[in-house]
């Protein structure tokens, strides 16, 4: 069982709730839009591991050491991350043959600044996108998602709401 701590779109705001909202997390995943590698930084000083992809607004440092999509496998659950991904129905066109080619389980993408969690039930995948966690955005209200993987199971799903923008 690994509880996962997931945002993005931080836009280099850091707030120190993370810390507080992510303690008891045993990893931590950015779905892109970092703003910063001292960002990343904070969020890998935390001792946890950190997963992270590069965003559409990242520097040349942030991309150089975050890639665009990240696929791994977690208890028994195949994950695809990537930035810019939509959602069922809407999938980006640059992730669309990787999705429809190989399902993951759990696909995570930002970009939008919607909090959004949907089942593809064409794909057999649940779709994660944890709004925007920073201030920078027409986003109102700043989000976070937690979840547990557990044995091929994607379970207790939270929202956090950290406020408005």
């Known amino acids: 069982m690994t509880k996962i701590g997931l945002l993005s779109d931080t ?6 709730r993370f ?5 008891d997390c045993d990893e931590i995943w950015h779905a892109g839009d970092i703003g910063s ?4 930084q904070r969020f890998e000083a935390s001792g946890k591991p950190f997963r992270a992809v590069s965003g559409n607004v990242d520097d040349y440092k942030t991309h150089l050491t975050y890639s665009e999509k990240l696929r791994f496998s977690l208890e ?16 980006d066109f640059k992730i669309r043959q990787e999705l429809f080619s190989k399902p993951p ?11 959004r ?12 996108n944890p709004g925007a966690a920073g201030k920078y955005g027409f986003h109102k209200v700043r989000t976070l ?11 207790d799903l939270e929202v956090i709401e950290l406020g408005e923008r």
């Open 145 to 155: 998602l937690r979840f547990v993987l557990d044995d091929g199971n994607i379970r």
């Open 11 to 16: 836009h280099d705001y850091w707030d120190d």
């Open 37 to 40: 590698l001292s960002l990343a």
């Open 105 to 115: 389980k759990l696909f995570v993408c930002g970009h939008s600044h919607i909090l």
């Open 19 to 23: 810390a507080q909202y992510f303690a």
């Open 76 to 91: 028994n659950v195949d994950v695809l991350m990537t930035h810019i991904g939509g959602y069922p129905g809407k999938y």
């Open 117 to 128: 969690v949907m089942f593809d039930k064409s794909l057999q995948c649940l779709c994660m």
